[in-house]
């Protein structure tokens, strides 16, 4: 085997993932189609909502069965298995008639299929690398910004000129193609192609996590602090972020601002995100990474009170820019302390336990925000409420600021 060769393949992995990870965009364009289903279904807020809650937990639930997937058959066939699930969930609601049948296409079926997008590239990318790890996780996780950039302006395009039906089917066909384009480039581990992991065997920067002396079994990782530290950060941070990216269109037309200036909202949201996760993750392997995670979590507390003080389209650009980049930067660091203190072996297992914060999160972002709607016909109490829980993981963090990887993985 060879330690360094001319061209690692490692940033292939890393390049592939980024796509399959664009496909969040694909889900994080629901905002676009919230009124024009709203009118056809003649339903309220909540009920709309209720998609998106059921869709978040399938997407959580079921990242566990694709993280075992992955580390079982490896992340090609994962990779189609949610082409096939994804593409034929969106496609398919261009057909419905009624809200059951939405709640089932695409919370269930499109869910089950989303699990993948985000478990799979990113822990097939960490495996690649020891050094820069946070870099290689951070640049495949951009993909999600890079989603939100391209995905909801080009749903919201073909709901205008076409109608949500047409724009159902072509996100459907968006997702297939390229996850099953992506999926023919992944390989599980450098072992596969007669290589190591970038920097295997070099030491790492002290600033950085070391790497752990073994790899922990995925019943150790479940009872360590440090995992529910990060599973917690993504349970009120994910939620809050959510609730946004379900209910964007609709609160910016209580300000008077237009869908297609909402939906380049989300897209300003993914300029943000794709810095936060690229920055963040350079940051951590200089500063460490619970540092920059505490960085992160802070600045998503403030910034999601600022939501408060939209009035145009111009101050919602700004704030979304900043709130995509703290989302991108937790997101991404939270993949590379899961990695670095317990391990590669399970990494897949891991994620995927890890993913279920969005169960939780769907209850205090999206649904409960659809509910208050309904209740108060304003979305100001769901901000502030949104805004308080991004600050217990901020005060979270500092308990695990000190400790070592090594410990904090011992430390129940």
Sequence with gaps: MTDKPRFFYGWIIVIAGFFSVAMFGVINSYSTFVKPLEEYLKISRTAISTAYMIEMIFYSVFAMVMGWLCDRIGPRKTLWISAVFMGAGMAL???ITATWQ???????????G?????VVPTSTAARWFVEKRGLAVGITACGLGFGLICVPPLSEYLIRTNGWRTAFVALGALAFTVNLIVGFFMRSKPEDMGLKALGAGREVPKAAAAPVIRDYTIGEILTARAFWVVYLTAVFCYGAEQMLVAHLNPYCATFGIGAKEAALGLSFLGFGNIAGRVGMGWLSDVIGRVRALIMAVGLQAVTTFGLLLISGPLALYGIMVVVGFCWGGWAVLNVVILGDFFGMKNLGKAMGFY????VVGSLIGPFLAGAIYDATKSYFLAIIFAGVTCLIPFFMAFTILKRKPAAMAAAG
């Design 114 to 118: 989303h699990a993948a997008v985000f």
């Design 355 to 358: 993913l279920t914060n969005g």
């Design 93 to 95: 609601c261009s057909t």
């Design 102 to 112: 939405f709640y089932a296409l695409f919370g269930m079926v499109a869910g089950i």
